[in-house]
């Protein structure tokens, strides 16, 4: 005889949340998460007790830091979860892997034992957050041992200002990384004119749309990064096409920090990038900078 009512919903979890239950998930470094309640979205920075509580700090996209209380009422992928301490265990994983690499991410011998340089006058500057955050990635050991700072632009429409304001010296130099900078651009056009400005300026750049597809789409099980058409936002359509959440800033954080957990180290960027950037590193480090202060 047919049951016309179905199965006994109380055979199963009926209680549960659409989501699923929360899951515990240590608040290791780096992990993107986001809180229920405000909708922050940001990756953790650090865990701390303050007040007699613990403390989790997510950063945002655009480098701001919020401290939230450690447990639930997160999410990770859309998933609850509820942020735990990370344990000894894990701290000590992470701090063998890192003791047993030899070298750094970008192929440079690992320097131990010495303490960061203190910043020097130069700078490098780069367009935007995703630049900053990937020449941190593969570069970051090597240029604090030679104490060079790198400062994010909003653009570079107003780049010759900007160098002025600066005013380099041959013991104060500048190196810039230009998004896009192809023949017959409006880049082109603007790194021409800023080169004019001191010749202790270096602009060198890359040829790609973006900094993302300075990462090999191999990393992302690609053959090659997808065409987005004209009129469309580049990274939106990125993200549409490999099937990501796509419709908000906050997809475009996410997608990003997806796509740098996939760099591993130098081998993992296309050799236009890496040329530049190495360029760059020596042209403001040269022996005469070694006097400068910040």
């Known amino acids: 005889m047919k049951d016309r009512y179905g199965t006994d919903v109380l055979s199963t979890d009926w209680r549960a949340p659409r989501r699923g239950r929360a899951q515990d998930t240590e608040a290791v470094t780096g992990l993107v998460v986001e809180d229920v309640d405000t909708g ?6 650090r865990v701390e007790k303050a007040g007699g509580m613990q403390v989790v700090h997510l950063e945002d996209r655009r480098g701001r830091t919020k401290g939230f209380s450690l447990g639930p009422g997160f999410l990770v992928d859309g998933r609850p979860v509820v942020l735990t301490a990370p344990t000894a ?10 003791k047993a690499a030899s070298r750094t991410a ?7 034992g010495q303490a960061a340089r203190v910043a020097s006058g130069s700078r490098i500057w780069v367009e935007g957050r995703h630049d900053a955050e990937l020449v941190e990635k593969v570069w970051g050991d090597d240029l604090r041992v030679e104490g060079v700072v790198v400062e994010m632009l909003d653009g570079v429409d107003d780049l010759s ?31 021409a004119e800023a080169e004019r400005v001191s010749p ?5 750049g ?25 009129g469309r936002s580049w990274k939106h359509g990125i993200l549409a096409e490999l099937g990501w959440p796509h419709e908000t800033q906050a997809d475009v954080g996410l997608g990003w920090k997806k796509i740098l957990s996939t760099v591993r ?8 990038l890496l040329a530049s950037v190495e360029e760059l590193i020596d042209f403001v480090t040269v022996p005469s900078d070694r006097g400068g202060s910040a």
């Open 40 to 45: 922050w979205v940001g990756a953790v920075v």
């Open 89 to 98: 265990e894990r701290r000590a994983q992470v701090a063998a892997a890192q």
């Open 106 to 112: 970008s192929g440079s011998v690992r320097v131990t």
């Open 161 to 191: 200002a900007l160098i002025r304001q600066f005013a380099p010296t041959p013991g104060r130099r500048l190196g810039v990384l230009v998004d896009h900078l192809v023949p017959g651009t409006k880049e082109s056009r603007i790194v």
């Open 200 to 204: 202790h300026v270096r602009i060198l």
């Open 206 to 230: 890359h040829p790609y749309v973006d900094v993302w597809q300075s990462v090999k789409p191999a990393r992302l099980g690609l053959q090659a990064w997808p065409v987005i058409e004209r």
């Open 265 to 272: 180290s130098y081998s993992d960027l296309e050799p236009t």
